[in-house]
């Protein structure tokens, strides 16, 4: 998978970092065609698998948790409000 993403215009963020990157990924899918083997960055490689780790550690009850303690206080707020409207329209 590290490959893969060493191999893509996804890894970076700004259109000019893509631009960069896209002649170089042009001369290695020459050196492919040719059946030259391609030599990986050791110390990119080793970033990306260090984030796929890291991305693979968060569980799903975290980011649930999570999600949780953003939206829930808005959703709170949102009950209290609808069943203060109903109570008035009952009055």
């Known amino acids: 998978m590290a490959k893969s993403v060493y191999l893509s215009l996804g890894r970076f963020d700004t259109r000019a970092e893509q631009s960069t990157y896209e002649y170089k990924l042009r001369e290695l899918a020459t050196e492919i065609r040719s059946g030259h083997e391609i030599a990986f ?3 990119d ?5 260090r984030q796929k780790i890291e991305v693979d550690s968060v569980s799903d009850a975290g980011v649930l948790r ?7 206080p808005g ?3 949102l009950l ?3 069943g ?3 109570v008035l329209k009952l009055l």
């Open 84 to 86: 203060v409207l109903i």
């Open 45 to 49: 490689m080793d970033r990306l698998r």
């Open 75 to 77: 959703l709170l707020f």
């Open 66 to 72: 999570y999600l949780l303690r953003v939206f829930f």
């Open 80 to 82: 209290i409000l609808a």
């Open 41 to 43: 960055d050791q110390v």
